[in-house]
């Protein structure tokens, strides 16, 4: 079922576990990823971006997709817009039925983020859409980002940050950033930073640039608070990596072939990630008719 991702993170955020967010820019993806979480009893975010709705992704045809088969899902799906930064943007997923928004105002001056993230907040409660917000700034990994403390989020503005503007969840930046890492190259995240960050807001907390980090930084992250990671380059690594395995197996393959394959990929990749971060057999259903849980 399509739930708001409020629903889901205040769970992962009692219970200690992550919840995978993974950008999805086509059917492939989005059947692939919620197959894996209903197989798994796990909640599951499907998310986009602008650039890959105006890219691929078009929200009039993607939405319905989700939608569609998140309401035959027997655990709970959210519908996230990733790094929304423009207000039309922003007011297009809530119309179009997004279950959250991201307002990702972190690298203005503090109190543009803030009044920024406030008005987006203002828009989507009353519509039912949560929100998650950035403080601190996760940068890209092929500019050498996260690698100094320079942008990691500070835990004092944190707490005015989240009272100021009624953000559902934060992304904070301790160490990770988007996109490949260089060869070899496994981030060294800031744990303490993440516990005290944990303990002073007690939220729900989101991890950008998931891709790379390795099970053991996500694993301690994950006990350490975040109950949210964002996942891109790995998942269309992981969906590329099938249709190439079957392109050297059969070069004759044809193209529903390699959708197939791309699919059965992700799904894999999105039941492997699932059981590192612990999101399995949380939503385990009796009788999914009447909803009732064991
Ligand atoms: P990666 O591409 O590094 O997984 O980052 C994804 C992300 O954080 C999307 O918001």
Redesign the pocket.
Known sequence: MLVSMKSILDDANENYYGVMSM?SINIEMVRGGIEAASEEHSPIIIQM?PGQIGKHAHLAEIVPVVKELAAKAPVPVALNL??GSKLDDEIAAIQAGFTNVMIDASSLPYEENIQKTKTIVSLAHPMGVSVEAELGH?GQ?ADGDGITDDLYTNVEQAKDFVARTGCDALAVAIGT???NYPKGFVPKLDFDRLHELKEALQMPLVL?????SGEGNLKKAVAGGINKI?????AFAAAKAGMLELLEENPDADFLALQMKAEASVKAFVKDYIHIIGSNDRYVFTDFESGSQE
């Open positions: 950008n971006g990733d790094h996760v990994a950033a988007h996109g950008h640039g998931g891709s790379g964002n996942v891109c380059t790995d």
